[in-house]
């Protein structure tokens, strides 16, 4: 009995080492700075604090808006923590998000394939366009500095046009180790 009990004081239980949670009520500023484009071609302009009511949920998004077809590889939005990922650790996403498709901006269905991502490893499904999803994923990363890639697009029949929108809101990304 006492084996066992030493055996199990000894073992090293995973921990969290960071964790982000979105706060979109105030402007575009350096705390939400984290929350940045990524391969995108032109600009994608956020927009924080957007109160609009989106399938019932008000308040609080933040608003992303493209400039310019996207029409090479894959392009999306990132959460700039890289330096707070190792290899191994256990990347949990969770945020909702609304694309608004009501002007086709994103093509003629409302299935869009979105993935997110840690270091090339990928987990995505389709989300519904306007309608708000909930979208979670939990990817372990396979080396250090890995980036976060929260949403991005890359099929061809989902890549956002000049004008497409899309709204996050309770981002919550956890590392654990």
């Known amino acids: 009995m006492l084996g066992l009990g030493v055996n199990l ?4 239980g995973k921990r969290i080492v960071y964790k982000y949670v979105s706060d979109f009520s105030d402007s575009y500023d350096a705390a939400v700075d ?5 391969s995108v071609q032109g600009t994608l302009t956020f927009t924080a604090n957007v109160d609009s009511t989106l399938d019932g949920e008000a308040n609080d998004w933040l608003k992303a808006e493209f400039d310019t077809n996207q029409t090479d590889g894959i ?6 923590i890289a330096d ?3 290899n191994g650790d256990l990347i949990k996403i969770d945020y ?9 901006k994103w093509g003629p269905n ?15 499904g389709n989300v519904i366009a306007n309608q708000v999803s909930n979208v979670s994923r939990t990817i372990t990363a396979s080396a250090n500095n890995a980036g976060v890639v929260l949403a991005a697009w890359a099929v061809n029949e989902d890549k956002p046009e000049a004008g497409a929108i899309f709204y996050l809101k309770d981002v919550i990304v956890t590392v654990t180790r």
């Open 96 to 104: 909702k998000i609304y694309i608004d498709n009501s002007s086709n």
């Open 110 to 124: 409302n299935n869009i394939f979105t993935s997110s991502s840690v270091g090339g490893i990928n987990s995505g």
């Open 84 to 86: 707070e990922i190792s």
């Open 9 to 12: 004081a000894g073992r090293k």
């Open 34 to 38: 984290l929350i940045v484009a990524d």
């Open 75 to 80: 392009s999306g939005v990132k959460l700039n």
